[in-house]
């Protein structure tokens, strides 16, 4: 039994799974605080569930709007609601609205609610099958020239020379997430050895439960394609929230986010290599999560500038030694992540040219940027993730992190 609870209250979301797993012990109950989290997504039908339980008074005084909402959308999950009342009126405004069955929040009847449940599983496995046989449900699975089963295509993201991005909804993650599909290059000896390395960088990152570091569902390789699964983030990324000035202490907290993220990943020995605002995502609590691991070595920019190496990256975030084709460290990556501080702090990038080989020039030859008077506090973190050697620089994203504990702790309220 696997089970979606929408409620805002930690103790009535206790009491739902206590009734839930008395007939069900290893019943999952996912929640979502509909206060914290906001509304579902228009394009989510909940269908990696068996049912939806919706409390009438979470959030409070919108529980028919909700129903209205969710029993409109064809294909979604039965709807169980927990109702303000027993009376007769209230079920049959709720029945006509979608629900399956409704009960009264303040007394629920365990074995009329594990019947409803029993019930709602049987309609939903049932009406899954007879969407997987119409022509929408065969179609649903196919992203572009390949066809993942379990998978509910909602609409194409983005479409590049090298990988596709879909927005889908994922029966086993029971969410919507981001499909990354990537054209497999074969060699007469198998598969091309970037694509092995794409694999197991993200295969690494899978494994991490880092709160910033996107979770990675699924992957792997299908016909002449390689697919990632990852999480959504309806909120965009970092750069969209940098449209709007940011207060020295939201840049220095986002900063100490990524360098966190960026420590567990180093820790699991994985570089990032092109990090940069667009691919730092925002969740829905305002939290980051860094997402394209090792990508750059694959599809970012990349041309030849040396007899012996290949410079990978976005020139504005890029080290003087990776914008040279030098060997790189972890270090290289804490240099970004100045660059993206320096740009929170001002609104602009600190070096900039007409064209990406000027701008790596820069970034190996001139100074180290300044920041304004008013922002001075944090002209010694710049200069050290900044530095143009790599020795320079924090010895780890770790120390980095901490040195931005110290600097907030130290601004206190301000």
Known sequence: MRLLLIDHDPRYRALVRHHVTCRWPAADVVTWNPVRHGPLAPEFLAQGYDAVLL???????????????????????????????DEIGTRERAIEAGAFDTFDREAIDNTRFVDALARASSAQLEARAAWRGSPEGRDAPTFGAAHLRGYRRIRELARGSVSDLYLAESEEAGALVVLKLTHVLRKANGIDQSFDRFLQEYEIVRRLRHPNVVRIHDLGVMDDFAFIVMEYFAGGDLRRRMRAPLTLRAALGYTLEIARALAAVHEAGVRHRDLKPGNVMVRDDGSLALIDFGLAKHEALAFEITDTGMIFGTPHYMSPEQGHGQVTDERSDLYSLGVMLYEMLTRSKPYDADNPMAIIYLHAKAPVPRLPRELAVAQPIIDRLMAKEPDGRFASASEAATILEMALEEMGGE
């Open 55 to 85: 409390d009438h008074a979470s959030p409070p005084g919108t529980g028919f709007g909700w129903l209205d909402d969710l029993g409109a959308r064809p294909g979604f999950a039965p709807i169980v609601f927990f109702a303000p009342d």
